[in-house]
């Protein structure tokens, strides 16, 4: 049963980044979100949708606006906040990403590439399937769960 919800929608653009954040700590005040759970929820936010915009679009030479729009959904229940991230980009399931590996030295570290995994991290379970012609991502957090306790030092 939801006890509140709420959605965005937004172009496929870096730039709608802000509006998702200002939308994600809005809800996280008036739902009174423990931080850590607020945390998460953000930088699961930015990190789905930055996917999306650098890599997802089938449209990026073209003008097709619907097309590149990104449905953003939170909802809260009892015990638990979900994170539903739509949009009609190529296909992309996330959860075939193999792990980071562990550079060997400083020369082999690179920038970027972690977002999947911290997506991982920082939420309780991820759920991915294409329908029709969307990617569909769904983030579940715990609201009483050790996992988003990472985000505490934060």
């Known amino acids: 049963m939801n006890v ?3 959605n965005i929608i937004v172009s496929a653009d870096l730039a709608d980044l802000e509006q998702i954040c200002q939308w994600v ?6 739902w009174e979100l423990p931080h850590n759970t607020l945390f998460a929820i953000q930088l699961c936010c930015e990190e789905g949708f930055s996917n999306v915009a650098r890599h997802g679009s089938i449209h ?4 097709h606006s619907e097309s590149n729009q990104v449905l ?3 909802n809260l229940k009892e015990d638990e906040v979900n994170l539903e991230i739509e949009d009609q980009g ?3 399931n996330p959860l075939t990403m ?3 590996q562990t550079p060997k030295s400083i020369d082999e570290v ?5 977002g999947v995994h911290l997506m991982k991290k920082f939420s309780s379970k991820i759920n991915y399937e294409r ?3 969307l990617n569909h991502l769904s983030i579940h957090f715990s609201l009483f769960s050790p996992t988003n306790s990472l985000a505490s030092t934060h």
Do not use: A, E, T, Y
């Not at 990026?60 to 003008?63: L, V």
């Not at 690179?110 to 972690?114: D, S, T, Y």
């Open 25 to 30: 700590d809005q809800l996280g005040n008036r």
């Open 110 to 114: 690179k920038v970027g590439g972690l």
């Open 60 to 63: 990026k030479d073209q003008d």
């Open 98 to 100: 193999p792990p980071p």
């Open 4 to 6: 509140d919800s709420s």
């Open 90 to 92: 190529i296909p992309f």
């Open 72 to 74: 953003l959904k939170l």
């Open 131 to 133: 329908r029709g012609h």
